[in-house]
């Protein structure tokens, strides 16, 4: 997947050698660029959860949620939950 729309904004998705934050993160999601950035390295299934990690950030951008956006943990626990949930149920989409 090359773009993903959220809401009206349309989002490039890019596979990138590393994203350096000054520590180690697997991917991001650049608000006024409109660019979401996975590590190329990543197996398939958790590009994909990355992918709705960064998903979920926009939505909770778009939608005012700054408390939520901002709590990483709450985030990375509802992507893992909805990927697993998309993956175990394919009938769903």
Do not use: P
């Not at 050698?17 to 979401?36: A, F, N, P, S, T």
């Amino acid at each position: 997947m090359n773009k993903v729309k959220i809401m009206a904004t349309e989002y490039t998705v890019l596979e990138v050698e590393q994203i350096d934050k000054g520590k180690r993160v697997l991917g991001e999601i650049d608000y006024i660029e409109q660019v979401i950035k996975l590590e190329k390295e990543l197996n398939e299934d958790l590009k994909k959860e990355i992918l709705i990690h960064e998903i979920l950030h926009g939505i909770l951008e778009k939608l005012g949620f700054d408390d939520l956006n901002n709590d990483e943990q709450k985030v990375q626990s509802i992507a893992s939950t909805l990927y697993q949930v998309l993956k175990d149920n394919t009938n769903l989409v």
